[in-house]
């Protein structure tokens, strides 16, 4: 079975830009999970996708957004990019149940996308 | 809400020697405890994992963590570590029925000397 799949690897914006980041989750999974990964703060929940809901969302900036497509496809955007948005971005997929009373299936991470803003 | 707070930040052992990573939790009802290790240059990979049962749980490549409920511990060890495990170890917790956000610690970084 094939991994989670993020694309570009690499990125480099310059500040006010906005950018577009994707993922593939794992043929199955369907439910999609962010997270911004930075030296200082470890790995910080940005938001979960299952069918095509937001079911879940941390504390960042309005700038950031996501969205899941029917084919459990999710991309997410950040708008009007800052300096402190540079950081690792990972996506990961699990195959939690529609509606799981106790959430317990395990992430599956991608390689995640670097992006650097200057 | 869910904090999950790991003690060290870094760590330095000797291959061989035993390891022991510190990590607590906040939520006092049901967890789901995970432990993930992210080796240089790969993707985070789960190294094992507790719903409930035994709380003693046994992971890939030797590692074991043991669920301590009234310390809302779930430490991770290893009895002997080897170059190879040099790494950075993140514990991570998701709290409650309805959570779908699973929280990580902010990660300690295992440097094995050979």
């Known amino acids: 079975k094939a991994g989670v799949t993020q694309t570009p690897r690499y990125l480099i914006k310059t500040r006010g830009q906005q950018v577009t980041l994707s993922c593939s989750p794992i043929?199955?999974?369907?439910?999609v999970s962010w997270y911004q990964q930075t030296p200082g703060q470890g790995l910080q929940f940005l938001f979960e996708?299952?069918?095509?809901?937001?079911?879940n969302k941390g504390n960042f900036p309005g700038r950031f957004s996501g969205r899941q497509f029917s084919n459990s496809r999710s991309e997410m955007n950040v708008s009007t990019l800052e300096l402190g948005d540079s950081a690792l971005y990972l996506c990961?997929?699990?195959?939690?149940?529609?509606?799981?009373?106790?959430?317990?299936?395990?992430?599956?991470f991608g390689n995640g996308t670097r992006l650097t803003v200057t | 809400a869910q904090s999950v707070s790991q003690h060290n930040h870094h760590v330095i052992l000797s291959e061989a020697a035993s390891l022991e990573l510190g990590c607590n939790y906040s939520?006092?009802?049901?967890?789901?405890l995970f432990w993930y290790v992210q080796y240089p240059g790969q993707h985070l990979q789960l190294l094992l994992k507790?719903?409930?049962?035994?709380?003693l749980v046994k992971g890939i490549k030797g590692f074991e963590a043991e669920f301590i409920k009234s310390k809302f511990s779930f430490n991770l060890r290893k009895p002997s570590v080897q170059w190879s495990d040099t790494a950075e170890y993140f514990c991570?917790?998701?709290?409650?029925?309805?959570?779908?956000?699973?929280?990580f610690g902010k990660g300690t970084k295992l440097s094995v000397i050979p």
């Open positions: 990961a997929s699990s195959q939690t149940p529609e509606q799981a009373s106790s959430y317990n299936s395990p992430l599956h």
């Open positions: 043929s199955g999974h369907r439910s």
């Open positions: 996708y299952f069918s095509e809901t937001q079911r």
């Open positions: 939520y006092g009802g049901t967890v789901n």
């Open positions: 507790y719903f409930s049962g035994d709380p």
């Open positions: 991570a917790a998701y709290s409650g029925a309805g959570s779908y956000q699973l929280t």
